[in-house]
C-alpha cells in the first residue's frame, strides 16, 4: 500500500479500530504516513489488521475499563515517544428497542462504552495531545442530532458525544490542542449488516437504509476515515465542529410518522 505524507511521523490511537468504520480509520491514517496505534477488546481482528498494514501496532484495550486505557496510553508514549491524535471510535449500537424494553442497566452499560470511554482516553491522553498540540476526533452519529426510532439510549449516548466535544474543544484552545468530531450517517459496516438481519425484512431494510441519502447509496468506511485525516492534518482553524458524513441524509423532507401513528391529512375544501 503507498503512503503519503500528509500525517508523517505522528503517532495515533484509533479505539474500536479492527473493524468497520474504525478500520476505515486505521487504513486511512496509515495511507497518510502516520504510525497507528490499533485498540480494539477483538484481539484476533486487531492483530489481523496489525498484519495486514505496516505502519500499525495492535494493543488489546476495553475502553471502559481504565486501567486498560491507562496502559494503552503509556505503552504508545513508551514505543513512539509522542502522541499527536486520538480517534475515539469505539462504540456499539444496540438492536433496535422501544422505551419500555430498555432498561437502566443497559443505559448505564451503553453510557460507559459510548460515552465515558470517550472521556476517560481523552483525559489521560492530554497531556501528550498538549506538548505535540495535537487533537482529538470523537466519532458521534448524525442521529445524536436528528434522532432516531427505537433507539433512545444509543441516540442519547451520541448526542452527548457531541456536545462533550465543544466543550472539550472550549477547556483545549489554551493549549493548542483542538477537538472535533464526526457524525457519520448509514455506513456499510458489519455492524450495520448485522443489525439488518435482526429485521423482519433485512434486504427491505437495506434498501431502506440506501434510499435515505439523496446520494443513491451508503457511505463506506474509507469516506470517514477521509474525513478523520482531514481533521487531524488539513482543519487547523476547525475546533469544536461537527462533520457529517451522511451522504445528505439530514436533507429535505421524508416520510416520518411510524406505522401505527393516527394520521390525519388536511381537509381538502370541495
Known amino acids: 500500500m503507498a503512503t503519503g ?151 442519547a449516548t451520541k448526542g452527548a458525544v457531541t456536545a462533550m466535544t465543544k466543550a472539550l474543544a472550549l477547556d483545549e484552545s489554551q493549549y493548542g490542542v483542538r477537538v472535533n468530531c464526526i457524525s457519520p450517517g448509514n455506513i456499510w459496516t458489519p455492524l450495520w449488516e448485522e443489525l439488518a438481519a435482526l429485521s423482519p425484512d433485512p434486504t427491505a431494510t437495506v434498501l431502506q437504509g440506501t434510499l435515505a441519502q439523496p446520494l443513491g447509496h451508503m457511505g463506506q468506511p474509507a469516506d470517514v476515515g477521509a474525513a478523520a485525516v482531514f481533521l487531524a492534518s488539513e482543519a487547523n482553524f476547525c475546533t469544536g465542529i461537527d462533520l457529517l458524513v451522511t451522504g445528505g441524509a439530514e436533507l429535505g423532507f421524508g416520510r416520518k410518522a411510524i406505522p401505527g401513528t393516527p394520521v390525519e391529512p388536511p381537509i381538502i375544501p370541495s
Not at 14 to 31: K, L, P, S
Not at 43 to 49: V, Y
Not at 115 to 132: D, E, N, Q, S
Open 5 to 155: 505524507t500528509r500525517y508523517a511521523g505522528k503517532v495515533v490511537v484509533v479505539t474500536g479500530g479492527g473493524r468497520g468504520i474504525g478500520a476505515g480509520i486505521v487504513r486511512a491514517f496509515v495511507q497518510s504516513g502516520a504510525q497507528v496505534v490499533i485498540c480494539d477488546k477483538d484481539e484476533s481482528r486487531g492483530r489481523a489488521l496489525e498484519q495486514e498494514l505496516a505502519g500499525t501496532v495492535f494493543l488489546l484495550c476495553d475502553v471502559t475499563r481504565e486501567e486498560d486505557v491507562r496502559a494503552l496510553i503509556s505503552e504508545t508514549i513508551r514505543r513512539f515517544g509522542r502522541l499527536d491524535c486520538v480517534v475515539n471510535n469505539a462504540g456499539y449500537h444496540p438492536p433496535p428497542q422501544w422505551p419500555e424494553e430498555t432498561s437502566a442497566q443497559g443505559f448505564r452499560q451503553l453510557l460507559e462504552l459510548n460515552l465515558l470511554g470517550i472521556y476517560t482516553l481523552t483525559k489521560l491522553a492530554l497531556p501528550h495531545l498538549r506538548k505535540t498540540k495535537g487533537n482529538v476526533i470523537n466519532i458521534s452519529s448524525l442521529v445524536g442530532a436528528i434522532g432516531q426510532v427505537q433507539a433512545v439510549p444509543y441516540v
